[in-house]
Each structure stands twice: as C-alpha cells, then as structure tokens.
C-alpha cells in the first residue's frame, strides 16, 4: 500500500513516537494524512513488488554497516550463481535474504568492502546496501524529491537503532551486522581529469583494511581453537621463531605479489577477452565490483602491485605459550594473497621445506616470476580474519565513527 503525504508533514510526524514503526508499521503509515499531491512524496509500507511502473522517482537512502561472521560454514562472502537447486550459502546471500525480509521485500543488493574466501572470518568487515523508502509523485517548484528525503531520512536517522536490532534478529547466529549508519552524502571527486559527484561505496572508499592469521606451534593444539587457527603438521618440531619473523616482515612495503596471488591467470584471459570484445564492439557488458584492473607499468593485463604497510608477529599468551597471531595491515589485498604469503614462509622455515630462502626472495623481488614459480601451498582458511576495514575520516578521538 502508498500513502500520499508531503514533506511538511513527514517532518512534523518525525518527532513521534510511533515513529520507531516508519518503514514497515501499519498504525504509523495509516495515521499519516493524505493531502494534496502538490509537491508530494509517497511512502512506501510493505511493497510486494518495486517496478518502474510504481516508482517513477524512487528515493533511495544508502546505509553502511559492520559485519562480523564465522566463516566456518560460508562458501565465502560473494554470492556464487549454480545451476543446482540450493546454492551456496553466502555472506551476501545470508544479508541480502534478511534485508529484503525486513525492507518488505523490496530486493536488496549488499556490496562488501572485501570478498572473503569460504572458511575465513570477519569481525570488521564493512558493507553498503541501497533501500528504497519512498518516491516523488509531483516535481512542483520546491524541488520535493531533496525534501521529501531529508524528511525521511532523519525519520530512518531517528529509529536506526530500532532497525537494526530487528535485523539482527533475523540473522542466523554465525553472522552479525552492526553499526548500522546513512551512509554519508556523495563526494565530488576528480576521476579522469573531471570532477564528478560519487555515491560514499564501501569498496572504492576504504583506505586500508587490516587482516590476522592465527598459528599453533606446539605438539599439541586446543580443540576448541581449530575453527580459528592452523597448527602445522609437526611444527612443534622445526619452527623457528625469529626466523619466521624476520621473513614475514619482508612483505612489509611495495612489491610485485604476483608470485603470491590465486588465479591470477583466469583474471587476465578474462580481461584478453573483455578488451577483445571492446575492441570489436561486440557483447560489451558492464564491468562490476572493479574486477579488472589497470595495467602495470610492465604490461601486465592484471596489476599485482600492492602495499603492505606493516606486519606484526606476536605472541597470544592468553590463549598459550605456542599460539602466534600476525597482523597485516595493507592497501589492497589480491586473490589468497595473504593466505599465500603465511603458507611461503612456513614452506621456507620447514624442515625438507620446498622453498629456500633465497628462492623466498627471489619471488617476491623479481616482477618475473608467477604463482606457478611459488612451490608452497596456501595457508589454509580458518587462521585468517578480516579485523578491520578503515575508512577517511572514521576516527575521532579515540572513537571510530564507522
């Protein structure tokens, strides 16, 4: 059902009570008035259906939140599309199937600011998602389309915690979403010599994004820490604590990461075939999500060139004496690198290793060498976990403001 109702009165009936019930309330929706349709803006309560034949002038409200999970039981964060009758169970199939619940089942596409693997886990994992609240039915003088949404949008402002404890209700217990936020006001922003204005995205907006990985380097490890850590086939036996360490810091700093990246090869047949479709005009579709790159400076169709600002080893003596967390914080993180980077370097400190020091520092030094050059296996996906996407400007104080 609609209910017609002009900005004016949106903002009156923001300070009532019964405003906690806005989106979805039947009470809240039928006590509005309808009045003339003059520089109007409609709300919507429980749409089965959102056409361009209903809403002609949608208004839209981005929100951003946290989100924190178990990956034990996910296929990993991106939605994956089978053919077969039960898909995949996903971090963003989990989201965008209880955000359409509660948003009256309007669809609803989540975008995360990093694409996790099956099995790996997140605790500040950070995410946007569109919701239509209304839309304009008359344009008139006084422009209601910017009206009508300031009006909803401090109506939505005032019962987001409301909102958000019933999503979180929904949710299944190995996944939680929090800090639900309006995301903030488009930026103007210099792309390609132009300034352009650009909605706030979790992706393209997040500066660093900080990510652990837990080991266990004793005989034994607690049972209760496997969803969370690797313990190495008989590492109690060879590891060596500071040569583990001054190796692991070696990423800290710009490299080439080719030889410490998945599937970098299917990215770039991919991209050959993008830019040959381009090229000849044909079946060109809309690149999403950035998943192809820009070259690098030696031609490479995928740029494999990142920044790992720094890497912390350290002990966690209240879980025991042999639990090890490493901490890297870095701009950008390609396909299994950092999963990569922990499996090398245990590769190079175990006994009968596959890989010699020097053959360390020859994949990470030289901008020739591919994945396929990289002997050592992926450390395996329990141990990681994203920790912390950062954002411009989240910190005040002491306080993170998202």
Known sequence: RMVHVSWESAIMRSALPLVSHLLFSVSVVRSLPVVS???????FHSPPELSAETI???????????????????????????????????????????????????????????RTDAGVHARGQACHFDVVVGDVLESGDNNPSRKGQAALENMFIQDISGVQNSIERMLPPDLALWNLQVAPKPLTKLIDGQWQE?????MYDSKLKMYSYRIHVGPVMNPLQRRT???PDRVQNWFDHEKFERLIKSFE?????????GAIEQLELSKRKYLLEKQTKKNISVMEDNVFEDEDNNGNLVNTVRTVKSVNFSPELHEDEYSYRIDFLLEGALY?????????????CRYGGRITESDFYELLHSRSKVRGDNLSKPAPPQGLTLEHVYFENE?????YLF
């Open 395 to 399: 910190k005040s104080g002491n306080n």
């Open 336 to 348: 299994k690198q950092v999963r990569n980077m922990v499996g090398t370097v245990m590769e190079v």
């Open 37 to 43: 349709r003059a520089n109007t803006v409609r709300l």
């Open 253 to 261: 700093g710009t490299h080439d990461f080719r030889a410490f990246a």
């Open 229 to 231: 850590r690797w313990h």
């Open 198 to 202: 650009k909605e706030w995205n979790v």
């Open 56 to 114: 002609a002038n949608p208004i839209k409200i981005r929100c951003r939140a946290r989100v924190a999970y178990d990956g034990s039981n996910f296929a990993g964060f991106q939605i994956q599309h089978h053919k077969q009758k039960d898909p995949p169970r996903t971090i963003q199939g989990e989201l965008e199937r209880v955000l359409s619940q509660r948003f009256g089942g309007q669809p609803i596409r989540v975008v995360g600011a990093g």
